[in-house]
């Protein structure tokens, strides 16, 4: 089931990320996060404006995806840059599939007609679910991450939606 977001999922969504840490395959944070150093984040979602959705699925939180404004400028209005995590206990289930599509199904409805995703170079498994949903690499970032002294690139993935 995918719903709103709210702040009483807080502990689960920033659980899902911080799982992600250690893999070095979906953030650049290298020390978890606590859910009340997230709030402020989660704040500046709202269901009719940069939502933040959740896949509930028996009572648990097990996916998350967010819209969040691209580059804070006023003529990017009009484009979004997702987040998607899904609990990896929860990988390769269709989850984080049914929030991108999803995502691209409503966007019209929130005035964006294009997405842009960060992903790393490295992190096949998004780059391929991206790609299956049309999302084309527009750039791509070399060494711009680095974990002790392993460079990563980064992709910026993006589509054009039609209004």
């Given at each position: 089931?995918?719903?709103?977001?709210?702040?009483?999922?807080?502990?689960?969504?920033?659980?899902?990320?911080?799982?992600?840490?250690?893999?070095?395959?979906?953030?650049?944070?290298?020390?978890?996060?606590?859910?009340?150093?997230?709030?402020?984040?989660?704040?500046?979602?709202?269901?009719?404006?940069?939502?933040?959705?959740?896949?509930?699925?028996?009572?648990?939180?097990?996916?998350?995806?967010?819209?969040?404004?691209?580059?804070?400028?006023?003529?990017?209005?009009?484009?979004?840059?997702?987040?998607?995590?899904?609990?990896?206990?929860?990988?390769?289930?269709?989850?984080?599939?049914?929030?991108?599509?999803?995502?691209?199904?409503?966007?019209?409805?929130?005035?964006?007609?294009?997405?842009?995703?960060?992903?790393?170079?490295?992190?096949?498994?998004?780059?391929?679910?991206?790609?299956?949903?049309?999302?084309?690499?527009?750039?791509?970032?070399?060494?711009?991450?680095?974990f002790g002294e392993v460079e990563c690139d980064l992709t910026i993935q993006g589509q054009r939606l039609?209004?």
């Amino acid at each position: 089931m995918i719903r709103d977001a709210t702040e009483a999922d807080l502990p689960a969504i920033v659980g899902i990320y911080n799982a992600s840490i250690p893999s070095r395959m979906a953030t650049a944070d290298t020390e978890p996060l606590s859910p009340e150093s997230r709030l402020d984040w989660f704040r500046t979602h709202h269901p009719q404006k940069y939502p933040l959705w959740v896949i509930e699925l028996n009572g648990e939180v097990v996916a998350w995806l967010s819209f969040r404004p691209f580059y804070g400028r006023p003529a990017y209005k009009s484009t979004v840059e997702i987040s998607l995590y899904v609990d990896p206990e929860y990988h390769r289930q269709g989850f984080g599939r049914q929030l991108l599509q999803q995502a691209i199904a409503d966007s019209p409805g929130f005035g964006f007609n294009t997405l842009v995703a960060f992903i790393f170079a490295h992190n096949e498994p998004s780059l391929r679910l991206f790609e299956q949903l049309s999302f084309r690499e527009w750039g791509y970032l070399p060494g711009v991450a680095k974990f002790g002294e392993v460079e990563c690139d980064l992709t910026i993935q993006g589509q054009r939606l039609s209004f």
